[in-house]
């Protein structure tokens, strides 16, 4: 089993940064690939930032591309996501995923286990 929870939401104004932070405890095996998520009101769950351990090349989705960065400290069992030049339509319950493999596709197959999530509002 793996154990994640989020923290760093909050509420900014368009242009502010935050960073998220998700610890992680459990199988290490089951949580090669850990990334985050979000979900807006009315819309479906889609994949922000993933990668694998050590990976230089995590999948970002377009509209975040240059704004985020997902990072990790394996030592503190961290994976964080900072988010800068935050944008209205960022806002959404961001959560933490792990699972063995990545999404072979844009997606979340694969991710296991789940945070509660954290909430990010960005106001215009």
């Known amino acids: 089993q793996v154990q994640l929870v989020e923290s760093g939401g909050g509420s900014v104004q368009a242009g502010g940064s935050l960073t998220l932070s998700c610890v992680a405890s459990g199988s290490t095996s089951r949580r090669n690939c850990m990334g985050w998520f979000r979900q807006a009101p009315g819309k479906e769950r889609e994949a922000v930032a993933y990668?694998?351990?050590?990976?230089?090349?995590?999948y970002y989705v377009d509209s975040v591309k240059g704004r985020f960065t997902i990072s990790r400290d394996n030592a503190k069992n961290t994976v964080y996501l900072q988010m800068n030049s935050l944008k209205p339509e960022d806002t959404a319950m961001y959560y933490c995923?792990?699972?063995?493999?990545?999404?072979?596709?844009?997606?979340?197959?694969?991710?296991?286990?789940w945070g509660k999530g954290t909430l990010v509002t960005i106001s215009s």
């Open positions: 995923a792990a699972g063995s493999l990545c999404p072979s596709s844009p997606g979340y197959a694969g991710m296991d286990y």
């Open positions: 990668g694998y351990i050590g990976s230089d090349l995590p």
